[in-house]
């Protein structure tokens, strides 16, 4: 079975400064996607960056970047001038391609200090 | 836009009773999930539909049901309702090859 693991439950950055969560994951799928979800206080779930597992190319939105290490199985998230919306729960989340729900990580909580 | 509505975002019920989530998408989705998300755990699929009178049960299908009588519209049902399943809930969908999973507002429930 595939697995999502956050490693940081709980995390804080100072406005305007850059900060990385980090995410695993296990497969034996060569064929996959994964996704960054915010989730802020109004509970709303919202897509943040994906990325094809096909695609060696990181994605990149805006201030949102990811480093997708294949070989490793890592996908991090690196939010770049970080501002005080960014507060949020983040998941990180898999899905093997085909028709198949996501598998979702435990989650890290982002505090945003001014 | 694509709308995912759930019937109520607070719910309080009683032990025993039987319980019922409704979920509604307005963009002909024929993928639909609900999850449950708890402090500590992340979200867990409960269960998922592909498409109308299909069900599929994910992780943790203890304790739950589901109904899809029409392609909008996709149930969560508690038979019997127990404290151990006050969480909070949220419905998702998704059409076939897409890569977004659009996210209804969640309920949360209180089981007394």
């Known amino acids: 079975a595939q697995t999502v693991t956050q490693s940081q439950p709980e995390m804080s950055v100072q406005e305007a400064e850059t900060v990385t969560l980090s995410c695993t994951y296990d497969?034996?799928?060569?064929?996959?996607?994964l996704f960054w979800y915010k989730q802020p206080p109004s509970r709303q779930m919202i897509l943040v960056i994906r990325?094809?597992?096909?695609?060696?190319q990181n994605a990149t939105e805006n201030r949102f970047s990811v480093n997708f290490q294949k070989a490793a199985k890592s996908f991090s998230l690196k939010i770049s001038d970080s501002q005080l919306g960014d507060a949020a729960m983040y998941f990180c989340?898999?899905?093997?391609?085909?028709?198949?729900?996501?598998?979702f990580g435990k989650g890290t909580r982002l505090s945003v200090i001014a | 836009d694509v709308k995912v509505t759930q019937s109520s975002r607070y719910l309080v019920k009683r032990t025993g009773e039987k319980v019922f989530l409704e979920c509604v998408q307005d963009?002909?989705?024929?993928?639909m999930f609900w999850y449950r998300q708890d402090p500590g755990l992340g979200l867990r699929l409960i269960y998922f539909?592909?498409?109308?009178?299909?069900?599929e049960k994910g992780d943790i299908p203890e304790g739950y049901s589901v109904s899809r009588e029409k392609k909008e519209r996709f149930s969560l049902i508690l038979e019997s309702a127990s404290t151990n399943q006050t969480s909070m809930y949220l419905c998702?969908?998704?059409?076939?090859?897409?890569?977004?999973?659009?996210f209804g507002p969640g309920t949360r429930l209180t089981v007394t």
């Open positions: 998702a969908s998704r059409r076939p090859g897409g890569y977004e999973q659009y």
């Open positions: 497969t034996s799928e060569s064929d996959y996607y």
């Open positions: 990325q094809e597992a096909y695609k060696q």
């Open positions: 989340a898999y899905r093997r391609s085909g028709n198949t729900p996501l598998v």
């Open positions: 963009m002909d989705h024929e993928n």
């Open positions: 539909s592909y498409d109308v009178k299909m069900k």
